[in-house]
């Protein structure tokens, strides 16, 4: 049958780095990053179990063959054409996107931006902006320290107004310590107001301390106006979902059909726990919690979902009510350190007065 041959010519790997650079472009990365991610595919790909493998399926296929094909069926021209190549060239796209879930994409925060128009929006606040930052879990395993750059690309933004959705470490307090030294930096004009996640009450007491000591404004079933110009807006923030304790029933007496009112929650979930009569009272509810999936069908199926589908990631738009809800993708992992179409994201905000 011959000795072990290998699979690939430069002529024959052209093809291979063409189908790569496609790829590369696709998912919008750069030049760097596209070269670690070719290394680890020819790693994959340069394997000699996988040329093993296809040459006992060969013989084992053979068996079932009338005798004077399985000389053809068992040379090695035949089995690169219809065995071995598809098997590398499976191997060689295998590696190149696992290495892209690894090392890329948990690393390529992007900005989410969107646009709240309403006919209750005070004219003082046409144009503001809102910085959502949610699920850092900073301290997880993973392979990229994401502090630095959330500050960087937040004080980019400039926004008037920055919003923390919970899920802020692992349960470390060194990583606690880290990750609210480093938050301390930023600062808006309308303030920094944050919720707790369900992953933050581990050493409640301790969490609390760390966010006030970052300047940072902790709403728990709690009501805070925010002025501009003579004129303000209500923002709310509750507990998380999970906690059994959210709740606006300390908050309702603020609440009024012609203000113009945001609610912080971390789970999306909580929108079915309103009554019909608050969805219409609330007119912004931004959460994270969702990963937006974190590991997606290339963006077009997540098997990991809140109770709702439909509170995955994105805009999702009033149907019984006037509250539009934003899920953020968030920033960081939990489980497997990997997120493969599923980009963690700071998620900017501009509200518009309706004409």
Not at 39 to 57: D, G, K
Not at 244 to 251: A, E, M, T
């Amino acid at each position: 049958m011959g000795s072990y041959n290998r699979p690939f010519t430069a002529k024959k790997n052209k093809n291979h780095r063409e189908i790569a650079v496609q790829i590369i472009t696709l998912l919008e990365i750069t030049q760097v990053q596209a070269k670690i991610l070719y290394s680890i595919s020819l790693l994959a790909t340069y394997n000699p179990v996988l040329y093993s493998m296809s040459f006992t399926f060969c013989l084992r296929i053979s068996f079932f063959l009338p005798k004077r094909c399985r000389k053809c069926w068992c040379t090695r021209s035949f089995r690169y054409k219809m065995i071995i190549a598809p098997l590398f060239l499976l191997a060689f796209l295998g590696g190149l996107l696992s290495g892209y879930a690894v090392f890329v994409e948990p690393c390529s925060i992007t900005i989410a931006e969107y646009d709240i128009v309403s006919e209750n929006l005070p004219d003082a606040f046409d144009g503001t902006r809102i910085a959502l930052i949610t699920d850092i879990h900073h301290g997880s395993f993973g392979t990229c320290n994401l502090l630095d750059k959330i500050v960087r690309m937040t004080q980019d933004q400039s926004p008037d107004l920055i919003l923390y959705g919970g899920d802020y470490v692992r349960k470390s307090e060194a990583a606690r310590d880290a990750c609210f030294t480093k938050l301390s930096e930023l600062d808006a004009p309308l303030g920094v107001y944050a919720v707790l996640g369900n992953h933050d009450y581990w050493k409640l007491p301790q969490m609390r301390q760390a966010i006030h000591n970052a300047g940072i404004v902790l709403l728990e079933n709690k009501a805070v106006w925010l002025e501009k110009g003579g004129e303000r807006i209500l923002l709310i923030g509750v507990k998380d979902l999970w906690s059994h304790k959210s709740s606006l029933i300390g908050v309702q007496r603020e609440l009024a059909k012609s203000d113009f009112t945001v609610l912080l929650s971390h789970n999306p979930d909580y929108y079915d726990a309103m009554s019909p009569n608050d969805r219409n009272l609330i007119d912004l509810m931004l959460s994270g919690h969702t990963h937006g999936g974190q590991i997606t069908l290339f963006g077009l199926y997540a098997p990991r979902k809140t109770a709702q589908a439909k509170f995955t990631t994105g805009l999702v738009k009033p149907v019984d009510g006037r509250t539009h809800v934003i899920i953020s993708n968030g920033i960081g992992t939990v489980g497997l350190p990997i997120r493969f179409f599923a980009r963690p994201q700071i998620v900017l905000v501009t509200l518009k007065k309706s004409p």
